[in-house]
C-alpha cells in the first residue's frame, strides 16, 4: 500500500507565493512521474505541473514562468513553489505518482493524494 500526503495549501493574496508539498510512503520499490493536478470549483480537474525520475518537467500554459516543480527522490517527495499567485490558481491541489510496489515491482499503479485547498484572495 502506498500512500500520498499534500501539505503547504492555504489562504494567500494575489501575488503572494507558496509551496506544496506531497510524501509518498509505504511499499515503494520505485517512483515514475510526479504530477501535479489542480480542480477548481465547478471546473474539471487539470494538469499543473510533471516531473520524471530524471528531472524532466512540464507545466500547464496558465502557470509556465510562475510555478516551480521540484522533487527529492530520496524522500519520495515532490514540491511545487507557486509564486506570482492569480485568484483564478484558486482549487484543490492533487499528488498524482505513478509508483512501482515491492508487492509488484514489474507494473506501475497510480496513485492520488487526497488534495490541499489553495484560496488566492484579496
Known amino acids: 500500500q502506498v500512500q500520498l500526503v499534500e501539505s503547504g495549501g492555504g489562504l494567500v493574496q494575489p501575488g503572494g507565493s507558496l509551496r506544496l508539498s506531497c510524501a509518498a510512503s509505504g511499499s515503494i520499490f520505485s517512483i515514475n512521474a510526479m504530477d501535479w493536478y489542480r480542480q477548481a470549483p465547478g471546473k474539471q480537474r487539470e494538469l499543473v505541473a510533471g516531473?520524471?525520475?530524471?528531472?524532466?518537467?512540464n507545466y500547464a500554459d496558465s502557470v509556465k514562468g510562475r510555478f516551480i516543480i521540484s522533487r527529492d527522490n530520496a524522500k519520495n517527495t515532490v514540491y511545487l513553489q507557486m509564486n506570482s499567485l492569480k485568484p483564478e490558481d484558486t482549487g484543490v491541489y492533487y499528488c498524482?505518482?505513478?509508483?512501482?510496489?515491492?508487492?509488484?515491482?514489474?507494473?506501475?499503479?497510480?496513485?492520488w493524494g487526497q488534495g490541499t485547498l489553495v484560496t488566492v484572495s484579496s
Open positions: 516531473i520524471t525520475s530524471g528531472g524532466s518537467t
Open positions: 498524482n505518482a505513478k509508483v512501482r510496489t515491492v508487492a509488484n515491482p514489474f507494473r506501475y499503479t497510480e496513485v
